[in-house]
């Protein structure tokens, strides 16, 4: 081997001492790149103008046949990456595009694993961003925008307002509670804020509103220490041909704590109307639209991570914005 | 670096005999300049499709619905048209999909081209930082930075291709203006261009998906909305680099191409031009 390699810079020195041009391979390949300034650049050297300032290839002499195989050996190695991502293409890509680009249809249970592993990266992500001192952004009331009815069915028939108790369960105390919206506006302080609703499609909205802060409810209504998570739920929700459908949603108690996080109970200065969710609905703005619950009906806190409405449809978990 | 013992890697190759002619080669592109380059064309493509799949959830361009379909996009607006006054599309069966269902993975599938986005975003993070290691290992980004001659060299270039095909078509010589360095000014400009518009993707991407705890982000771009405009013409950045690039690789010949996959290139001597001339 190294009597091999030795002829290969035996013929590369022939060849260059018959006059080839100074930098020659020899040379670069034994010193190497920081030399190789030196060597290429002995004349342009005295010309450039510092740090910053482009420098010459350095050239060195191969023969035809290795270059000639290192390219095919790359080409090769190239074509293989293309078809990999060929490959990784249709294995990533939902179903419905391949169908509709005409090729088959396959499907991998390796592909859902992978797409949440990433997604549950970018939950981490998240999570690590969030800061239960770091307030959102407030507005004033000339920057408010319209918010439509996101109801994502039906808006249910405001008959459940007058009969409505929000039912809190999962305390330390281990008992259950029930409280109407006279019993909630009393006991605690309402807090106004002008804040954004930013909704997982890409939309937002500056909305006003008031309503308690979850934090108080949880110093009033104390879960035990091991629980870090609410599953907050709606039973009045419906789908979109008008049949019940209940919402559910895992909120961490972290995001709960957060001064920013209401259990609104105000829109624009008014009771919320039945398309906002009246008589009571969650308030998060560090969390996407579909997270901010409306018409809450009970409140769960739990040591395990809960179920998701949006989660189970395809959507992140945590949803931290 | 991997240019200084080409040889000494291929002991195989020792039957080069003496006789046989040698040809001055450099290395033009690093390793990891090669493969994130390659990397981009999956990722990019992965991020527009699944883009396009995102905004259709909520157009940026909007207007008052349409009377009698209640449309507000543009883009089912164009789909519309095209299918209105493209021959053989006017069977098309739904006309405002059309654009989402040929440029993106398709309408009405949000959470699984989000899922897709943040897989390729976190990609072509990752693959930049890997890009930009590649420059600074290989000392290619001396040729990218600009240079004060650049806006008059840029305009003789231009020059350049606009007079070129009219120059064929009158069969008139037509004279590559010549440079002493790695790129002409035009390709400078374009190739320093994509990765900041890499930067300010990733940065306009972050203010928009995490738009309360990095709102301060949000807000060098004018706010969360405009935020998601720039996301958006960002993404024509690569498409309006992508178009011109590759023509002129193919019409460039072969050696620019193996340059960027095996990063040899014969081309040396506007090196030993400005080795010895300057």
Redesign the interface.
């Known amino acids: 081997?190294n009597d091999?390699?030795k002829?290969?810079?035996i013929?590369?020195e022939?060849?260059s001492s018959r006059g080839?041009?100074p930098?020659s391979?020899n040379h670069?390949?034994r010193?190497?790149?920081a030399d190789?300034s030196g060597a290429?650049?002995s004349?342009?050297l005295k010309?450039t103008q510092g740090f910053?300032?482009?420098?010459?290839?350095?050239?060195?002499?191969?023969?035809?046949?290795?270059?000639s195989?290192?390219?095919r050996?790359?080409?090769l190695v190239?074509g293989a990456?293309?078809l990999a991502?060929l490959a990784?293409?249709g294995f990533?890509?939902?179903q419905?595009?391949l169908r509709?680009w005409g090729a088959r249809n396959v499907n991998f249970p390796a592909k859902e694993w992978f797409?949440?592993r990433?997604?549950r990266?970018?939950d981490d992500v998240?999570e690590t961003?969030?800061?239960g001192n770091?307030r959102?952004?407030t507005y004033t009331k000339s920057q408010i925008t319209p918010l439509k009815n996101n109801y994502n069915g039906a808006t249910p028939d405001p008959g459940y307002i007058s009969g409505w108790n929000l039912t809190i369960d999962g305390l330390a105390s281990g008992l259950s509670i029930s409280l109407d919206i006279r019993n909630l506006l009393t006991r605690f302080s309402v807090q106004e804020q002008i804040t954004?609703l930013?909704?997982?499609?890409?939309?937002?909205a500056i909305a006003w509103w008031a309503g308690l802060r979850f934090d108080d409810l949880l110093r009033a209504f104390p879960p035990p220490s091991q629980a870090k998570w609410a599953r907050v739920e709606s039973s009045v929700n419906l789908d979109a041909s008008g049949n019940p459908d209940p919402y559910f949603m895992s909120l961490d108690l972290a995001t709960a704590r957060h001064p920013q996080t209401l259990l609104a109970t105000h829109f624009n200065g008014q009771p919320l109307t039945v398309d906002h969710g009246a008589p009571l609905r969650l308030l998060v703005?560090?969390k996407l639209g579909l997270k901010n619950v409306k018409a809450i009906t009970k409140i769960t806190y739990v040591a395990e991570e809960p179920r998701d409405y949006?989660a189970e449809?395809?959507?992140?978990r945590y949803d931290?914005? | 670096?991997s240019?200084?013992?080409?040889?000494?890697c291929?002991?195989?190759?020792?039957?080069?005999s003496?006789e046989?002619?040698?040809?001055?080669?450099?290395?033009?592109h690093h390793l990891l300049v090669r493969w994130s380059h390659?990397l981009n064309?999956?990722i990019l493509?992965?991020l527009i499709?699944s883009g396009i799949s995102?905004?259709w959830?909520?157009p940026?361009y909007q207007h008052k619905p349409d009377p009698n379909t209640g449309n507000v996009d543009v883009a089912a607006d164009i789909g519309i048209w095209l299918c209105t006054h493209v021959p053989g599309l006017h069977h098309y069966v739904s006309p405002p999909d059309w654009i989402y269902?040929h440029l993106s993975?398709?309408p009405g599938?949000?959470?699984?081209a989000?899922?897709?986005h943040?897989?390729c975003a976190?990609s072509f993070m990752l693959n930049g930082v890997v890009y930009l290691a590649g420059l600074f290992m290989g000392?290619g980004w001396?040729?990218l930075?600009p240079r004060r001659a650049d806006l008059f060299d840029a305009v003789r270039m231009l020059r350049y291709y606009l007079g070129f095909p009219f120059a064929k078509l009158g069969r008139r010589k037509w004279l590559h203006p010549r440079f002493n360095?790695?790129y002409n000014a035009l390709q400078r400009a374009a190739y320093f261009s994509v990765p900041v518009a890499g930067c300010l993707s990733a940065a306009t991407g972050w203010a928009?998906?995490?738009?309360?705890?990095?709102?301060w982000l949000a807000g060098l771009f004018g706010g969360?909305?405009a935020a998601?405009v720039w996301h958006f013409w960002l993404m024509w950045v690569y498409i309006l680099f992508v178009v011109p690039h590759v023509i002129l690789v193919f019409a460039d010949g072969w050696d620019t191409l193996?340059s960027m996959?095996?990063?040899?290139?014969?081309r040396?001597k506007?090196?030993?031009v400005?080795?010895?001339e300057?």
């Not at chain 2, 240019?3 to 000494?8: Q, Y």
């Not at chain 2, 599938?109 to 699984?112: E, G, P, T, Y």
Request: proline share 7%; aromatic share 8%.
């Open positions: 081997m091999e390699k002829s290969d810079s013929q590369l022939e060849v080839l041009p930098l391979a670069e390949s010193t190497g790149e190789s290429v650049g004349v342009s010309k910053f300032a482009e420098r010459p290839l350095p050239a060195i002499e191969m023969a035809t046949r290795v270059l195989h290192l390219t050996r790359d080409v190239f990456g293309a991502a990784g293409a990533l890509l939902p419905e595009t509709r797409l949440n990433a997604l990266i970018d998240a961003l969030y800061s770091r959102v952004p954004r930013v909704c997982v499609e890409g939309w937002s703005p560090v949006w449809r395809g959507y992140s931290g914005i | 670096m240019h200084s013992t080409p040889l000494g291929e002991p195989n190759f020792t039957s080069t003496l046989e002619p040698g040809v001055l080669v450099a290395k033009r390659w064309v999956p493509l992965g499709l995102i905004y959830a909520s940026v269902n993975l398709g599938m949000l959470a699984l989000l899922r897709l943040w897989l976190y000392g001396r040729s930075l360095t790695k928009i998906h995490k738009p309360m705890q990095l709102h969360y909305d998601r193996r996959i095996a990063g040899w290139t014969t040396v506007r090196s030993k400005i080795a010895n300057r």
